[in-house]
């Protein structure tokens, strides 16, 4: 009995055995070439890197990580639109920034809502519609904003979609090309091509005018870049002949789509036969295929004739006073604003074509933008109240027709960063806040040029799949260790667009990795009362070698017992027994079998008593532990059976 009760000693409390593993060190630096505190990334363009990594011990286990995130302004003049961070280059970010309401990284260049300019209806006197986004923790070190009252609005790229409906020549042509989608293009033809074989194209458009108030339109102008164009069949030259070009209201809601010359698969889109064709469901079609019909598209509001060899590489503008009504009739929401529907010349022959290849929305400098031209007043006053606190940053009175920017307000929106509480927090543990403008005066007024400056260094430390510590173990159980033994997890960095992305003060407190468990040994015959003896048994894997394990248990999981017996075998002297305070086992025997230099394997053969209750698929709990405290465990997914005859 004293035997028993020294031994006792030696081992943790049963069940419950788990601690947290030791801080063995820290990691302060990437594992680039160099080890470098920090790690500063160019792009030109938008796209990704993978020369980064962190590279630790492949024993290892971390314990807790974050390093921080920067964007900065490149020689091109912009920062990251967005920036993606992904640890071990798996498709699951770690942290994100970016989307509407964001700007570029340090840089806000647009309202909450992701409009860069807005009309201001101001017939109540004021308005508290729009708020600009901001992170909690910035420091902004300049604000400006400009409004102006006689103006004009530019729509384009995120207020645009486009798409074109696709007619192959039923003797010739491709008959699937009715039925597919084009709305993630970077191409809108529109028009006829120059072979027997032709292709009838139609591009459709929809612009965003709900930034737009109830104001009177003085002028619209749409303009399109012809990045390419119809070549003469025989010539192999640009069309010279002359051919009429119309925009058309549409009349039908449809849908821009996903995809770029296939049938709808990942949601509904546009195409020849149907306004929205949807992957699975009923389709709502159009009254005559291709928005031929009284119902799919009302009388031509404009047009232009010229030749395609004079339009390439272009702009065709379109500007007529039934446009501007039809723009009119958008923005007072007398005519429901469905889009336009563009055609180009479909009654030509070989070797003739009137084809036109127009950029998409996509195209940030080329992209199709319509520019509304709206009244406003000479003698305004107006004003601006961040925050919508009753304190007015910003006030004039007189001419507002050219426009006028307001004087600094950083120091305003830096104090109300500071007693501002999140108005949410993202998936990537980002806080942010919509500071509320209020904006009051006499006329019509257009809020633009939006111009915010901030400081500011986000952490990565948690995301949608849990937090980086834990991401980080993952990949190192799963990577194989180099010459070394340590293991590198490469980072995928992602920007949005030209800039820099900076990488910085990376803190990783690792500590050894604790133990495993391999492979359960339980018997398939059931365990009687009989003086038989059954063999039970685990192996274990020590990453610190076999000197450092101290202990190991297996206990059955009996149902509806307080006081389950456990089988343990201490590696510090050698001996095997069973903690059993109910009796159930009669005898007991063990013995370790080294493996190799980390791994063993345990085996007891044990009879079990008639205090041990029948009952059938009985888990079993392995459990180890090591010198310094690290501890694993896991349930068997194989059972045991108990009966008493």
Known sequence: MLLALLLLATIPALPNLLVTPAAAGQMTHFGNTGFPGSVNITFNAAGNDTSTNITLGANSVVTSAAFDVRGWTGQLGSSPETIGI????????????????????????ELANGWERVGLNLSNGYNTTYSLRLPLNATVTSATVNFSTLSRLTLSGADV????????????????????????????????????????????YWFNLSQL????????????????????????????????????PLLKDWVEGLEDNVPVQQGPGVTWINAIDNVTGSDYAWALAGASGAS?????????????????????????????????????????????????????????????????RGNSTHGPRLVVVFEGRDNVTAGLDLGDDGIWEWNHVG???????TPDFSASLNSLLANATPTFTDSWGNEFVDIPLNVSGNATLVLGDIDVSYDWTPTVTTSPHGDLATEINQHLSNLTPDATGNVSIGINVTSGSAGIVELSNLLIVTGDRPPSIGSLVLPSETFVPNGASYLVGLEVTSYQGLANLSWVALIPQIQDISNRPSLIHSLDNGTSWVNDPGGFVSNLSGQWQPLNADTGRMEWSIEVSWAWPPEQDVIWLAQVGTTDSLHTERFSSATTDHERC
Request: aromatic share 10%; charged share 15%; with cysteine.
């Open 296 to 360: 799919d598209r009302g009388a031509a509001v404009a047009s232009v004739t010229d030749s395609p060899a004079n339009l390439k590489q272009t702009w065709i503008s379109f500007n007529s006073q039934s446009l501007t009504n039809l723009i009119q009739g958008w923005v007072n929401g007398s005519t429901s604003n469905q889009g336009l529907l563009f055609m180009g010349d479909e009654s030509t022959s070989k070797p003739d074509g009137s084809m036109l290849k127009i950029a998409a």
């Open 86 to 109: 992904d640890v071990g280059d798996d498709g699951d970010l770690e942290w994100y920034f970016g989307g509407p309401g964001n700007g570029s990284f340090g840089h806000v260049t």
């Open 161 to 204: 979609r486009d798409s074109y409906l696709h007619y192959p020549s039923p003797a010739w042509g491709n008959a699937t090309y009715k039925d597919c989608n084009y709305g993630n293009a970077t191409i809108i033809p529109v028009g006829k091509t120059e072979w027997a074989n032709w292709h009838i194209y139609r591009g459709v």
């Open 399 to 405: 001419n507002l027709s050219n426009g006028t920017t």
């Open 213 to 248: 108030p109830a104001v009177t339109v003085l002028d619209a102008n749409l303009s399109f870049w012809v990045d390419d164009v119809v070549n003469n069949a025989n010539t192999g030259q640009p069309v010279t002949a002359q051919h009429t070009y119309t925009l058309r």
